[in-house]
């Protein structure tokens, strides 16, 4: 049976009525005391199995070169029996008296004070040594479990590093050191170089680069400034900053993580709670048969009961070695936790072992778009100025036009606007002149731009002055200008998709994911330009909120049998499909705080191509949790079938138990290491 630590949480929250202050103090002094605690306890640990292996050593010795009696061998083997045996029969007694009778410590215990004293009944052989070796080989299996699980631990728990300690709020003139929790929305906090970002804001004075591998796995810094967004959480580099504060310490960024890494254990997959319910059943029946295989044959031998019962005790504490089931309820769970802890320092938040194994069978991938393939900005990405009206004239430069467009949209709020100004910096400071603006509703706006008359805007802006613009054909918003009443040429302004997007679909389908979709309430030109270039199998454009949950249920019965549907989104109109997929996955960077609620698993760098290694990473946990229950139902098999006819050993015993809990521990620790896909 697993032990309780095994399932304690990485950090609990303090008692309610603590004060802000007095719980952050606990959870600080709680984590260094931990950490101090299992460092202590791991050398401990070493210092009585290398005491006991000499001890034993020299018993062995005592037992060849000295004539004594067996009571007095006894003796001799039961100071590094005591030694390193104690911690396991007093877990026993406890278990007992908890009414936790069938755990592998009363196993362990059982199956060796039943070899000690095996020695004293007629005709049989000691094996004092044997009862002392299961002792110190198991003590051994459960140093390299507490490795293990320290290694597991550590890679969510680097996590909690982001935790801040303090923060400094200007108040009535002056800086003030309070915790993060006594901070308020639209308080103004500093952030200092090499200080972590306590509370999730707006930048509004200063620029600086911000180390974000904590929160997003990505060791390249994050350059900021005035009017940026910055997560808590986060480690300043170089510039101080004034922020002012958008969320309370409770609903930032760091908390939220904080409570999702807590939480990542509490939920089991299908593996773990069979794992969970079959030791729970099977070690009872276990301890039954290996009483019945002591006790049943001698009374029906014709030898008699006395004569055989020494055989058939030391078979039956073979079998009771051989059948504990230390190596799949420890194993198990540690690879789940292994691979939640692989997939955290990816950036990867999985907020349960149990939504592995929809991952590992995703078949469908479902995609939004704005936001989650595109970044959700509007941007110029191409520029087509008219050739020129008359022979000899000069023609329009795609400088020029740009130039002209950013100027009549200086004083424009429209994302549209915005991106105009953007692709065309200078606009602010270059000394033109820029008078008589005026908006037309539906069409655009007009301006003088140094004594020229210059129109931006739609197909019908176009037509109401009276120049002759032509058809676009590319998806996108197309702006068109004209200048003086001669049409000047079009803009074309889209919704920029990510980087790697497009590899992000490639990766999928490497992983034999091929069916992927594309629900978008934009048009459906825009749609299918997105899908033709990412290379996605399907799209459905036009959706509403409610069409989308709609597509999806088509879509969730349609998929094939035994694989799941994932749905990838990050806008508060995703949180119901989200909810309704088998897998909900949220971009947590940018993501609504209703998305990354309603998901399964949080990207916490908004990187598409993570939803690949999120896949990856449940397939091989999912692999290593297979071989290891092979592994030991394997060997244990195989031993057992040894013992039946007589061949069998506490030696062998000892390796089908203890050795293949060891080769399953480090198996396990496979699913620590994560690479990129």
């Known amino acids: 049976m697993a032990r309780e630590s095994s399932h304690k949480k990485i950090h609990g929250a303090g008692p309610q009525k603590h004060s802000a202050r007095q719980t952050h103090i606990h959870h600080t002094h709680k984590d260094t005391h931990q950490h101090n605690h299992a460092h202590s306890s791991t050398k401990r640990q070493i210092t009585f199995i290398a005491v006991t292996t000499v001890l034993l050593a020299a018993a062995v010795l005592i037992e060849r070169y000295c004539a004594l009696q067996t009571w007095q061998l006894l003796l001799v083997y039961l100071v590094p029996y005591l030694l390193i045996g104690t911690g396991t029969l007093k877990e026993a007694a406890e278990g007992i008296a908890r009414g936790n009778i069938f755990n592998e410590h009363f196993l362990m215990s059982l199956a060796t004070i039943g070899a000690l004293c095996i020695g004293f009944l007629p005709g049989a052989e000691t094996e004092f040594p044997e009862a002392v070796f299961v002792m110190l080989f198991f003590a051994v299996g459960e140093l390299f479990e507490s490795y293990a699980e320290g290694r597991s631990r550590d890679s969510i728990s680097h996590l909690m590093e982001i935790r801040p300690d303090t923060a400094e709020v ?58 940026d967004d ?39 997959s299908r593996s773990e709670s069979f794992i969970t319910r079959f030791a729970r059943i099977y070690t009872p029946i276990v301890v039954s048969a290996a009483l019945l295989l002591a006790f049943v044959p001698p009374l029906l031998s014709g030898n008699g009961f006395a004569s055989s019962f020494a055989t058939w005790l030391h078979r039956a504490l073979i079998f009771l070695v051989v059948s504990c089931p230390c190596a799949l309820v420890i194993s198990v769970p540690l690879t789940f936790f292994g691979g939640l802890g692989g997939a955290s320092r990816r950036g990867i938040l999985i907020k349960g072992s149990s939504f592995m194994d929809s991952l590992a069978n995703v078949g469908t991938v479902v995609f939004d778009k704005t936001g989650t393939l595109t970044r959700g900005e509007f941007a110029v990405e191409a520029v087509h100025p ?107 302004i889209n919704d920029r998709v990510k980087e790697d997007s497009a590899e992000a679909i490639a990766a999928l389908r490497r992983l034999g994911v091929k069916n992927t979709v594309m629900l978008t309430g934009d048009r459906e030109e825009t749609a299918r330009d997105v899908a033709s270039r990412l290379g996605i199998g399907s799209y459905r454009a ?82 290593i949790a297979r071989q290891n229950v092979w592994l030991a139902i394997g060997i244990k098999a195989a031993i057992l079938l040894l013992a039946a006819f007589g061949l069998g050993t506490l030696w062998l015993a000892v390796f089908a138990d203890v050795g293949v809990t060891v080769l399953a521990v480090l198996n396990a620790m496979r699913a620590l290491r994560v690479q990129e896909y």
């Open 386 to 492: 008219e050739a020129a009206a008359k022979p000899g004239s000069a023609a329009i430069t795609e400088h020029e036009l740009l130039h002209l467009a950013a100027h009549v949209e200086h004083f424009s709020t429209h994302p549209i606007g915005e991106a105009l100004r953007a692709a065309f910096p200078n606009e602010a400071t270059d000394g033109c002149s820029v008078t008589d603006v005026e908006e037309i509703a539906g069409q655009g706006i007009r301006a003088n731009v140094e004594g020229r008359t210059v129109c931006v805007g739609n197909a019908r802006m176009m037509e109401a002055v009276g120049a002759a613009w032509h058809d676009c054909h590319r998806t996108g918003t197309i702006i068109h200008v004209a200048v003086e009443g001669q049409y000047a040429g079009h803009i074309v």
């Open 542 to 623: 036009d959706l509403l909120p409610a069409d989308k949950v709609r597509c999806l249920e088509e879509l969730l019965a349609a998929k094939p049998c035994g694989t799941s549907l994932a749905f990838v989104g990050d806008g508060i109109n995703d949180a119901p499909v989200l909810k309704r997929a088998d897998v909900g996955i949220a971009m947590g960077g940018l993501g609504s705080d209703a998305a990354i609620e309603a998901a399964d698993v949080v990207l916490m760098d908004d990187r598409p191509t993570k939803i690949a290694t999120a896949v990856s990473i449940a397939r091989r946990t999912l692999r």
């Open 170 to 227: 200007e108040r009535g003139g002056q800086t003030r050191t309070v915790t993060p929790e006594e901070v308020s929305i639209g308080e103004v906090i500093v952030i200092r170089p090499g200080e972590k970002v306590p509370l999730d804001g707006t930048v509004i004075e200063g620029s600086s680069s911000l180390n974000t591998v904590a929160l997003t796995g990505e060791s390249l810094p994050r350059d900021v400034e005035k009017g």
């Open 230 to 268: 910055v997560a808590s959480g986060c480690i300043n580099l170089s510039g101080v900053l004034r922020i002012r504060t958008t969320k309370t310490f409770g609903e930032s960024t760091v908390s939220k993580i904080i409570r999702l890494v807590e939480n990542a254990d509490s939920r089991k």
